[in-house]
Nanobody, 120 residues
Framework: QVQLLESGGGLVQTGGSLRLSCAASGRTFSPYDMGWFRQAPGKDREFVAAITFGFGITSYQGSVKGRFTISRDNGKNTVYLQMNSLKPEDTAVYYC?????????????WGQGTQVTVSS
C-alpha cells in the first residue's frame, strides 16, 4: 500500500502562484508514475499533469500547459505541482495519484485532496 498526502493548497488571487506537494509513504520502494487530477464543484474529476518514474517524462492537460509544471524528487518520495498564472477556472480540489510505473490503466492510489481557490 502507498499513502499519499497533498499539501500546499489555499486561496490566491488571479495571476498568483501556488506549489502543491504530494508526499508518498508506505511501499515507496516500488517505482510509481505520479499524476495530479482536479475536481471542480459539479464537474467530473479531470487529468491535470503526470510524470513518469524513470525518465521523468511529463504530460499536461492543454488548459494548464505553459502555466503548470510537474516535478518529482524520488529521494524524498515527493511530487510537486507548480501552478503559475492561476485563473478562477483552476479552482478545484487537487488530488495526487500513483500507479506502478510502466503499467497501463488507471491510477491505483489517491490522496485526500487539497483545495485550491482562485479569486477573481
Amino acid at each position: 500500500q502507498v499513502q499519499l498526502l497533498e499539501s500546499g493548497g489555499g486561496l490566491v488571487q488571479t495571476g498568483g502562484s501556488l506549489r502543491l506537494s504530494c508526499a508518498a509513504s508506505g511501499r515507496t520502494f516500488s517505482p510509481y508514475d505520479m499524476g495530479w487530477f482536479r475536481q471542480a464543484p459539479g464537474k467530473d474529476r479531470e487529468f491535470v499533469a503526470a510524470i513518469t518514474f524513470g525518465f521523468g517524462i511529463t504530460s499536461y492537460q492543454g488548459s494548464v500547459k505553459g502555466r503548470f509544471t510537474i516535478s518529482r524528487d524520488n529521494g524524498k518520495n515527493t511530487v510537486y505541482l507548480q501552478m503559475n498564472s492561476l485563473k478562477p477556472e483552476d479552482t478545484a480540489v487537487y488530488y495526487c495519484a500513483a500507479k506502478t510505473s510502466g503499467r497501463g490503466g488507471g491510477y491505483d492510489y489517491w490522496g485526500q485532496g487539497t483545495q485550491v481557490t482562485v479569486s477573481s
